[in-house]
C-alpha cells in the first residue's frame, strides 16, 4: 500500500515538473512580448510579460523570482539567458522608476540588475546603460540609479588585468583597485575607468587563448609597467603606509 502511495506520488511530482519544462520552453515569447511593448512605452504590459518570464525562471529552479541569483546559471553556457535576465530587471526597474510609490521595487530590481552583471564578459555595456540613462537625467531617483553604476563599474573588485598578471590578493592588485576609487569622484576618471573596462576583457581572453604572447607581454611590458606605476600611486592610495 505505500509502495503504492509512494508510486502515486512520484507520478504525480514526474508530470508537475513535466508541465513546469514545458513551460519553461515559452518563457522567451513572454520575454519577447516584453521587449516589444517596452519599445511602444506600454510600460505596464511590459511589467507582466517581464514578470511571467522571470516568474517561469524561477518555477524552474524551484525557487522564487526574489531569490534568482546567477549561481543557479552556468556561467558559460547560460551567459545568454543571463544579459536578457540583467535586461529585463533593468527595464523594470525603468518602469517602477515612474512612480514614487514603486521605489522600493525599483531599488529591488536595480539590485538585480546589478547583482546579473558584475563578473561578466557584458558588465561593462550594462554600466555604459546605466550611465547614458543618467546623463539623459531620465531617472526619477537618480541617486539609485548612480549607486548601481557605481557598484557595477566602481566598487566591482575585478581589476582584469592586474589579476590576470598578479593574482587577486596581491597588494599591487589591491592598490589599483584602491586607486581606481579614488579617481571614480571625478569625470575624467569614469572615462578612464570605461575604457579599461571596455577593452581589458578582451585583453585577458586574448592571453587566456595565446599562452606565450601572453608571458611575453607580461614579462617585457605589462608587469613592469604595472610595477612603476604601482609604486608612484601607492602613497597617493595609501598615504598613511610606505611599501616594504
Known sequence: MAKKKLDAKDLKDERKREQVIELYRTRLSHLKRAQTLVRDDRMAQAVESYTKYLGILALYFDTTEDKLTPTLFDP?????????????????AKAF????????????????????SIGFKYQHVNAQIIRKFNNKKQAHNPKAFEAAYH????????????????GEDDFRTQTLRHFKLKISVFSLGKDFIDCYYQFSPTIVQQFNTHPRI??????????????????????????TKTRS
Open 76 to 92: 558559460v553556457k547560460d551567459v545568454t539567458e543571463l544579459l536578457l535576465i540583467s535586461h529585463a530587471y533593468w527595464d523594470l
Open 97 to 116: 522608476d515612474r512612480s514614487p510609490n514603486l521605489q522600493r521595487d525599483c531599488l529591488r530590481c536595480l539590485e538585480q540588475f546589478v547583482k546579473f
Open 151 to 166: 557598484k557595477i563599474q566602481i566598487s566591482s573588485k575585478k581589476c582584469y588585468i592586474a589579476t590576470a598578471c598578479f
Open 214 to 239: 601572453k608571458w611575453l607581454c607580461e614579462s617585457f611590458f605589462i608587469k613592469p609597467i604595472l610595477n612603476i606605476f604601482t609604486y608612484i600611486i601607492r602613497p597617493y592610495v595609501h598615504p
